[in-house]
């Protein structure tokens, strides 16, 4: 678990992504509706900006870039406060207008501290400075990872030692590692934490390859051991 404290003005985040169809309209790439455009909804009372911030996100680039995932520069791009807020009126969700844009700002800090753990695994699995990309991601709100499952299961057990609140979302990224063309898909499972003592909220994020392949396996081995050895080590110093 990372805790990553989020801006000083955020709210909870309320993203949830769909899953994916071919049938719906959404881009396989990120499930965002391929249609989503930067006119104002029915009803919408205030004008909300419809620039687009590029992340820090590499993607693989293809013959004809998507209007969704990004604008040609190798990077991915979010989703305008326009284009989300349009995204949470299909959903039906009542969402504030005035707060769209706290949503937005917390919703990319959070795909950036996303990647920055993947980047801490990669760089792991690597021992080099090769950047892998991000080639196609899945929301999957509704579905508890089994690692999840096994904390639920476990707060009841152990109430004092286990949290019995389930993630908020979860998402699973397949990210492409350049030099191979292997593709490896990474498990996020988003918790809300206690906010800090200024009142801005607090995010836990579990960042981890999914135990897709014997190479994963080992590396979550590894790490889990490396992690054990430490905490070992700083209970014998106190």
């Not at 196609?136 to 999840?148: C, M, N, T, V």
């Not at 299961?153 to 030099?179: C, G, K, T, Y």
Request: proline share 11%.
């Amino acid at each position: 678990m990372h805790e990553k404290a989020a801006p000083p003005a955020a709210a909870k985040c309320p993203v949830q992504h769909d899953a994916p169809s071919s049938s719906s309209g959404l881009n396989p790439h990120n499930n965002m509706p391929n249609d989503l455009t930067h006119m104002p909804a029915p009803g919408q009372t205030m004008a909300l900006p419809t620039e687009r911030a590029t992340s820090s996100i590499p993607r693989p680039s293809t013959p004809d870039e998507d209007q969704v995932a990004g604008d040609g520069s190798g990077r991915w791009e979010y989703p305008s406060p326009q284009q989300f807020y349009n995204a949470l009126v299909r959903k039906g969700w009542e969402t504030p207008e005035e707060h769209v844009e706290t949503m937005v700002e917390i919703h990319n800090f959070l795909n950036e501290e996303a990647w920055n753990e993947v980047l801490k695994w990669e760089k792991r699995w690597s021992g080099s400075d090769e950047t892998p990309e991000l080639a196609r991601l899945h929301g999957k709100p509704g579905e508890l990872s089994p690692k999840a499952r096994m904390h639920l299961s476990l707060a009841w057990l152990l109430p004092s030692q286990f949290s019995n609140e389930p993630p908020f979302d979860r998402h699973d990224w397949v990210i492409r590692r350049p030099s191979t063309g292997e593709e490896v898909r990474y498990v996020i499972d988003y918790y809300s934490a206690p906010d800090n003592p200024d009142g801005s909220p607090v995010f836990s994020l579990d960042v981890r390859p999914a135990l897709d392949s014997i190479g994963s396996v080992t590396q979550r081995i590894s790490v889990a051991t490396e992690e054990a050895w430490k905490s070992f080590r700083e209970s014998e110093r106190r």
